[in-house]
Every structure is written in C-alpha cells, then in structure tokens.
C-alpha cells in the first residue's frame, strides 16, 4: 500500500507480483459527481455488493486508515481501495 500512497511508478517485481495476484491495489479519485458522495462507508456496504474494500482514504493533507462505517467519501477524496480488478474497476465507474 505504501507504493500506492507515495505514487512511486511500478517495480517491475511489483507488477509482476501483481500481475499473478486476483486481488489488486488501486488508487482512486471521488469526483464531484461521484454516486458516492456524502455517504458513510456503512451505508455502501462496497464490500458486500461489490467486493472492495476502502483501506484508506487521503482527505486534504491527511489520512483517513481503516475507516469504519461512519466515514463518509466526500469529494477530492483519495481512495486506496482493494479488491479483485472487476470490483475496482465498478466502483471506479460509481466514482
């Protein structure tokens, strides 16, 4: 996760690590039209109905790690998500 957060370019053992590996690491931006917006982790349940999970979320200058179901995603917000490509992939889409 520390390669994500510092927005280091791939090792190439990284990505071939990764490349064998069904879950994935991403970063992701909420949009000010994201579906999202104003809504507590809880609430989205992103887990269960679509299988990835929020590891932390970078807010302004800060960190947000493990947030828990009160968190809400507001926009400009910085998501590290984990979960297999076809799950980043759909709640890139909702962002």
């Not at 909420?30 to 970078?58: F, P």
């Amino acid at each position: 996760m520390d390669v994500v957060q510092r927005g280091i370019g791939d090792h190439p053992i990284y990505k071939s690590m990764l490349g064998e590996s069904t879950e994935q690491v991403a970063r992701l931006h909420v949009s000010e039209k994201s579906k999202l917006l104003d809504k507590t982790l809880g609430e989205l349940r992103l887990s269960k109905t679509i299988g990835a999970y929020i590891r932390a979320i970078r807010r302004r200058v800060g960190w947000i790690y493990n947030p828990d179901k009160d968190t809400k995603i507001l926009e400009g917000d910085v998501l590290i998500v984990k979960g297999d490509l076809q799950s980043i992939n759909g709640l890139n889409e909702m962002l």
